[in-house]
């Protein structure tokens, strides 16, 4: 029987009230004590209608997960703990700047969630513990942590062949393990940087079919499963299909039923469509200009290694689940924690999903994500039971050092002191050289044992070590005629002449052992022009073409901004792309150049095909078999 209106608006109305000034929880809460209190009230006062439903609705709103006792925006379960954390966030809780949401857990309990700054800067929409974020590569610990509930209950196991349960995936001749796919040690080529190379763009709608039919196209590993590490993202993303092929869900699906709905995260989903709507979700920006900000626009629709989207909050229940091991219990904790171990017996610092480090003595594991403007961290100290999660939706924002600045507000009985490195030893006294005895040292020189390209140059009235576009170091020369790296603090490192008055050939010494040798710079012999043409990959499915314009060797894409090859040895060059970090030159018997190699930091070897000597290989062909005998 319907409540009379106006004792059901009386019933609503504190926690409508209360609805302009706290979170959702909060409001929940309020509401249900407010239904409560008006069924308690007309059950004793008998004759009241509706004091039965009302009791029965209170009852079923403080049940709901919302409806926890949480930590609300302007409040704490430590008034002290809340203000130090709002001093640290200070710089980002204003309506006009992006900004940040916060959870800090201890002894199984959430006790500090916040936000600050906007998360909509067109509709001034403020960040809360409830603003949906999307959070990047954090997703994989719920990938990995999938994966481990799956073989506790013997649906799989970890250590099967992915081809077990994706069958499409190429036989790179040497099995691939879920784990060796968890712990980036499978040697396979990262989908992120494999899409960029073939055109896309990073706004691009990318979605899980266009990653997983460039998969299907690989022909080559970095290297044999198992022998190293390398970030790759394209195990997470085949760890999804995998649980969704081996529960016969829908991986959004599965996760929701298995893992965030248990654990009661109620805000958490994973995001399969770059149209779906997410009420009050946070949008990411970058800066431009003085004080100005621009969208960084993303449109994923890929998922596993990414595009899960949560909150602060919920964020904080997947914390306290790491000290209370609800769901799955200390076994599968212990499992996903577990470092990667190389077939060689190489420890890693890298587990299932997650980095295991140590951080100021105490043990922690964790992990960072980023795309476009959104940035996370989410890290926890097993042995102390504190975590820590920010999610922001600023480019810049250091999420991981903000995150350590506010899990020390709970460890600062725990930590040990950092003591600052010790300087290098300089030996000789640092002597002030006149501009021509420093002049003497400038030139351009190559490491054939690294491959690699150096310069040192006069800078200022200083000289400086300058390592391909890759970063530089200062140089002072020293009483004894040597050159001191000066920024290197754990092994400073001598550059000496080899003797003469001018550089000539050098020598790096590090702690007294001699390195590496470095010769003076001579351009390659080959001739650029025989580069120049159009190149395809296979495995991508797209072209790059070469050009020599005013001695310099260009590549260019449709899609891309063009980019510079240097010259580094014979055949060899350096992309100022980073996708092309590394390029180099294949050539058949009677020395015509038939392709290029690419690597960078997560792919390595992929071949480009010289296509105007394919085509007129095969023209050639064709002209032959025209020919009568």
């Given at each position: ?35 409560v ?14 004091a ?13 997960p ?21 001093a ?10 992006p900004g ?8 199984g ?30 997703s ?7 994966l481990?509930?799956?073989a ?5 196991s ?6 077990a ?19 980036h ?7 992120w940087t ?8 990073f ?10 039919t ?9 290297f ?7 970030y ?8 999804a ?14 996760m ?7 654990l ?24 431009q ?5 621009k ?18 909050e ?6 306290v ?16 924690c577990?470092p ?7 420890l890693?610092?890298y ?30 100290f097993?042995?102390?039971?504190v ?11 250091d ?7 506010l ?6 009985g ?9 300087a290098p030893?300089p030996g ?6 006149s ?23 006069l ?55 001699a ?23 296979p495995?991508?499915?797209?072209r790059?073409?070469?050009?020599l314009?005013n ?6 894409h449709?899609r891309?901004v ?6 580094r ?5 350096r ?8 390029v ?12 290029l ?33």
């Amino acid at each position: 029987m319907p409540m009379p209106q106006h004792h059901a608006g009386s019933a609503l109305g504190l926690g409508i009230l209360a609805g302009r000034h706290v979170d959702r929880p909060s409001f929940v809460a309020l509401t249900g004590v407010g239904l409560v209190w008006w069924g308690a009230r007309g059950w004793l006062r008998r004759g009241r209608r509706g004091a039965p439903l009302a009791l029965l609705f209170g009852c079923v709103a403080l049940c709901q997960p919302g409806a926890r006792a949480q930590p609300a925006r302007d409040g704490s379960v430590d008034a002290d703990l809340g203000e130090r954390a709002d001093a640290l966030m200070a710089a980002y809780d204003r309506p006009d700047s992006p900004g940040a949401a916060i959870a800090l857990v201890q002894d199984g309990r959430l006790v500090l969630a916040r936000g600050y700054g906007s998360a909509q800067l067109e509709y001034g929409q403020p960040i809360t513990p409830r603003t949906p974020f999307h959070v990047a590569s954090v997703s994989k610990q719920f990938t990995a942590f999938g994966l481990v509930l799956l073989a506790e209950r013997g649906e799989l196991s970890l250590d099967d062949d992915v081809r077990a349960h994706l069958p499409w995936v190429p036989d790179f001749g040497r099995p691939i393990t879920l784990r060796q796919l968890m712990h980036h040690t499978s040697g396979l080529r990262d989908q992120w940087t494999l899409l960029h190379m073939a055109g896309w763009r990073f706004d691009d709608v990318i979605t899980q079919q266009q990653v997983l039919t460039l998969v299907r196209r690989q022909r080559e590993l970095n290297f044999a499963p198992g022998s190293e590490f390398t970030y790759c993202n394209t195990g997470y993303t085949l760890l999804a299909e995998v649980i969704s092929a081996s529960t016969e869900r829908s991986f959004a699906q599965w996760m929701e039923a298995e893992v965030f709905t248990p654990l009661g995260m109620g805000d958490t989903h994973v995001h399969i469509d770059h149209e779906q709507l997410i009420p009050g979700r946070a949008y990411s920006y970058r800066r431009q200009g003085e004080g100005g900000f621009k969208k960084a626009v993303l449109s994923f629709s890929n998922f596993g290694a990414t595009s899960l989207f949560t909150t602060a909050e919920d964020l904080g229940r997947w914390l306290v689940h790491f000290g209370t091991h609800e769901l799955g219990g200390p076994e599968a904790f212990e499992e996903q924690c577990a470092p990667a171990v190389l077939d060689d017996g190489t420890l890693l610092d890298y587990a299932s999903g997650l980095f295991v480090e140590r951080y100021r003595g105490l043990r922690r594991v964790g992990h960072r994500g980023g795309d476009a403007g959104f940035r996370a961290y989410v890290g926890y100290f097993p042995d102390q039971r504190v975590g820590v999660a920010v999610l922001a939706n600023l480019s810049d924002f250091d999420t991981e050092g903000v995150g350590m600045q506010l899990a020390e507000l709970l460890l600062d009985g725990d930590l040990l002191d950092e003591a600052a490195p010790a300087a290098p030893s300089p030996g000789d006294a640092v002597v002030d050289a006149s501009a021509e005895a420093l002049q003497a040292w400038v030139g351009e020189y190559y490491i054939p044992a690294a491959d690699a390209r150096r310069s040192i140059a006069l800078r200022e009235g200083r000289l400086v070590y300058e390592r391909d576009g890759r970063g530089s170091s200062p140089l002072a020369l020293r009483e004894d005629g040597e050159l001191l790296m000066e920024d290197v603090a754990d092994e400073w490192v001598l550059v000496r002449r080899a003797g003469g008055g001018s550089p000539g050939r050098l020598r790096w010494v590090r702690n007294g052992r001699a390195d590496s040798y470095v010769h003076p710079w001579e351009p390659p012999a080959a001739d650029l022009c025989e580069l120049v043409g159009t190149y395809e990959s296979p495995e991508l499915q797209t072209r790059y073409s070469l050009t020599l314009e005013n001695g310099r060797l260009l590549a260019r894409h449709p899609r891309h901004v063009g980019f510079e090859l240097l010259p580094r040895s014979l055949d060899r060059f350096r992309g100022t792309s980073r996708d092309f970090e590394q390029v180099r030159a294949e050539r058949d018997a009677s020395g015509a150049v038939t392709g290029l190699r690419v690597s960078s930091e997560r792919v390595r070897e992929l071949l480009f095909e010289k296509l105007d000597l394919r085509l007129m290989r095969r023209g050639t062909s064709r002209d032959s078999a025209r020919t009568p005998p």
